[in-house]
């Protein structure tokens, strides 16, 4: 039996109790991860302190089954919402938004953008978000699945590389012990 790419990742996760946001069992590491699991799994993962009022979202209703968590994360600096209030739950996460999401959230100080380099489609980072990216590769952070060179910055984040990054935030901030991994820790790579 194949084994997938993310298992110690997500197991991991699973058991230090960060993956109940997935009730039935099952993680479905391949499928795209929304934005309100995503917030759940960092409310749970890093119970942020509250940094700035959380946001009243149009679109999150307090019935909804995950108004707390986004309200977490929101507070912790690590989700946001759009220019006309919403929040867009059930839409899926990009990985560039899981990346500066845990830089942003974490407060984790800016590095060079020359580790940058390591990426073959570097030319796709937006701006704004470069030197949070730089960051994340510095910190070990930013999981490339399936190629370790090849950030894919606007592609959607599988369930699979959520929870890898998560992970590897945890082991930035000294929370776990690292997982070897050849998706992992490009910046010391040539």
Do not use: C
Not at 26 to 39: E, F, H, I, L, V
Not at 100 to 115: E, F, I, K, M, T
């Amino acid at each position: 039996m194949v084994i997938h790419w993310a298992e110690p990742f997500i197991q991991a996760l699973a058991r230090m109790d960060l993956t109940h946001a997935f009730a039935n069992g099952s993680y479905q590491p391949d499928k795209p991860m929304t934005r309100a699991q995503y917030a759940a799994l960092v409310a749970i993962a890093f119970n942020p302190f509250p940094k700035i009022p959380a946001p009243d979202f149009t679109d999150v209703p307090k019935d909804f089954w995950a108004y707390s968590p986004i309200q977490i994360a929101a507070s912790g600096g690590f989700v946001g919402g759009f220019s006309d209030r919403t929040f867009r739950p059930d839409q899926s996460v990009q990985r560039l938004q899981v990346i500066v999401s845990l830089v942003n959230g974490l407060g984790l100080p800016a590095v060079d953008r020359d580790v940058l380099e390591v990426y073959s489609d570097r030319h796709t980072i937006p701006d704004y978000a470069r030197t949070a990216v730089a960051t994340a590769t510095q910190r070990g952070i930013v999981v490339n699945y399936p190629d370790p060179k090849v950030l894919a910055p606007l592609r959607l984040a599988t369930r699979a590389e959520v929870a890898a990054m998560v992970y590897q935030a945890l082991v930035a901030i000294g929370q776990t012990s690292a997982i070897k991994s050849v998706y992992v820790g490009l910046h010391s790579r040539s």
